[in-house]
């Protein structure tokens, strides 16, 4: 099993940062991806970022050039970072981590974190 923890969200004014992390620990060879997601009132969850394990980054368009998703695969510690800059109402949400991993077995699952509401006030 592997569990994904978040570091707690925050209320920010809008212009303002905030960074997320999330942490992976368990029965883990390998992490191939990891990403955020985010799921604002009424709306459906949405991509938000993903990072693989070369460090390639993917990124939403609504997110560009604003947010930054980077790894520590350092002493294992399997820990995703989301930097949140010029952050504006449309960015609340609750925001969730996820990893694909491989396991020592050679199977591979996706995980979730358990989400953090990041709210932006105008």
């Known amino acids: 099993q592997v569990q994904l923890v978040e570091s707690e969200g925050d209320l920010v004014q809008a212009g303002g940062s905030l960074r997320l992390s999330c942490a992976a620990s368990g029965n883990i060879f390998s992490i191939n991806e990891m990403g955020w997601y985010r799921q604002a009132p009424g709306k459906q969850r949405e991509f938000v970022a993903t990072i693989n394990s070369g460090g390639s980054t993917n990124y939403a368009d609504s997110v560009k050039g604003r947010f930054t998703i980077s790894r520590d695969n350092a002493r294992a510690k399997n820990t995703a970072y989301l930097q949140m800059n010029s952050l504006n109402p449309d960015d609340t949400a609750v925001y969730s981590c996820?990893?694909?991993?491989?396991?020592?077995?050679?199977?591979?699952?996706?995980?979730w974190g358990q989400g953090t509401q990041v709210t932006v006030s105008s």
């Open positions: 996820n990893a694909l991993v491989t396991h020592i077995s050679g199977s591979r699952s996706i995980y």
